[in-house]
């Protein structure tokens, strides 16, 4: 799509998921985009990440589905065998889940967070030609009425009319924002996560069913942990995470390297193919999960500095949706900017926040729920309700369209923005910084 050119400068703090999709939508949309990441070069780390339908659309927009055939290839395939939930004694397959059936336009997206990154980050790169630069440290953002901009670590200044800050959950846009130093909180859980292939599954008999015959994906739900286990690429690639209580100080480190021994510990009493698999792992990762009751803006005073993803709202893993939420952000600001246009870019900003703000922290919502139900489970229900326990796809967060929606509700929600007074009893969001109450 060759885009009508806005004349609108955008500069994206952070490469991840939510800079990448916000660049994109806003190359789509005809505006000028530039990425400034801090990492001096790709790397695929990481294990697996999740896309719900609501992302699979928007990657389906991308070069007429391209984009998400060579993600699909990557991707795990449950098509023939769903979600299997264990009671996490006994073993017993409680309820099992069928697969999700993917519409064609708006696919389910499950593989390695780095191979699907890889993928998106050469799209933006190298097809679209947006420029990315690495190894660039921001230091300050400044903004007044006319434009908004960047303080490399070289000195430089960059200017633009709108700043995204996608710096993650460390992000110092956030703090421009606010203007305070806003600590994540733990949320008093952390995982274990691994990822590594199957040489040692396969040979195992008590494994072997797991590789052997295709893509699997099985949970095992115990007292306040829970165990997901995965295989992709036809079974050639093994994954699992186990939620449990964690209590370590977040300030001191957000990651640590696992102990099997301490996985062993917790999985004390469980069925013993959950020890079977762990014991396969070369080495894990201690993921301590943040977590942030929501922010009172994502805007900053001059309405050219805003937040998306995991700076403005970090999601619980249970949730299947903080990816995809954030790539929803992206393409609601650049939509918002869009229909704007140049003159009124600091409304636009305004819009995109009331527009995603409070879809955003019911969606949030829904990882405490999830994990709650799993980690609480009343196994009388279960037994009376097998589907009790099944792991929600609630169609409201799916099924939408975030483009579409972003087009529809834009001129109400622009009006209310800019003329209030035509309206009775408007409340909208406030920009920062935000006074703090001591």
């Known amino acids: 799509m060759s885009a009508t050119k806005t004349g609108i400068k955008v500069i994206i703090v952070g490469a991840g998921f939510a800079g990448l999709t916000a660049a994109i939508e806003c190359h789509r949309q005809g505006h000028d ?17 999740s896309f719900g339908a ?8 991308w070069n007429n589905g391209e984009v998400v055939k060579r993600m699909k290839a990557l991707c795990i395939d449950l098509s023939d065998y769903g979600f299997r939930i264990h009671k996490w004694d006994t073993g017993e397959v409680v309820y099992h889940q069928p697969p999700h059936q993917d519409k064609p336009d708006a696919p389910v997206l499950n593989g390695h967070r780095g191979e699907l990154h890889e993928i998106v980050f050469h799209y933006a790169k190298d097809e ?12 300050e953002y400044f903004e007044d009425e006319s434009k908004a901009g960047i303080i490399l670590k070289n000195g430089e200044r960059v200017y633009a009319d709108v700043v995204i800050g996608a ?27 691994a990822w590594f292939s199957n040489t040692d599954m396969i040979k195992d008999p008590r494994t072997r069913e797991f590789c052997a015959n295709g893509d699997t994906f099985n949970g095992w739900i115990g007292p306040d942990c829970h165990f997901l286990f995965s295989t992709l690429k036809g079974g050639k690639d093994c994954c699992w995470v186990l939620t449990h209580p964690d209590e ?43 977590y942030r009751d929501p922010l009172p803006t994502w805007v900053s005073r001059h309405a050219r500095i805003l937040l998306i993803g995991d700076a403005a709202h970090p999601f619980l893993p249970t949730s299947a949706q903080g990816a995809t939420q954030a790539m929803e952000d992206g393409v609601t600001i650049a939509v918002c900017l869009k229909r704007a246009g140049k003159a009124n870019v600091q409304a636009a900003v305004r819009v995109y926040q009331e527009i995603r703000y409070d879809r955003v922290r019911a969606v949030q919502k829904t990882g405490e729920s999830t994990r709650d139900k799993w980690h609480k489970t009343d196994w ?25 929606h972003a087009e529809k509700v834009f001129d109400e929600v622009f009006k209310k923005v800019t003329q209030p007074e035509l309206f009775d009893n408007v409340r909208l969001l406030p920009v920062g910084p935000i006074a703090v109450t001591v």
């Open 33 to 49: 985009v530039e990425i400034y990441e801090n990492f001096p070069e790709l790397k695929t780390l990481g294990d697996i990440i």
């Open 54 to 61: 609501n992302a699979g659309r928007i990657f389906h927009r």
């Open 128 to 139: 679209l030609g947006i420029p990315i630069h690495l190894g660039h440290r921001v230091e």
């Open 167 to 193: 710096d993650g959950v460390r992000s110092k846009a956030r703090e421009r924002v606010l203007g305070y130093v806003d600590k994540p909180k733990s949320s008093g859980y952390a995982v274990w996560r």
């Open 248 to 290: 370590h100080d977040i300030d001191e480190s957000w990651s640590f390297p696992g102990k099997l021994e301490d996985v062993y510990k917790v999985l004390e009493g469980w069925d013993p193919v959950c020890k079977a698999i762990v014991e396969k792992t070369p080495s894990l990762v201690d993921w301590k999960l943040v």
């Open 380 to 404: 009388d229900k279960v037994k009376a309700d097998p589907k009790s326990i099944e792991f929600p796809r609630e169609d409201w967060i799916h099924g939408h369209d975030a483009e579409k």
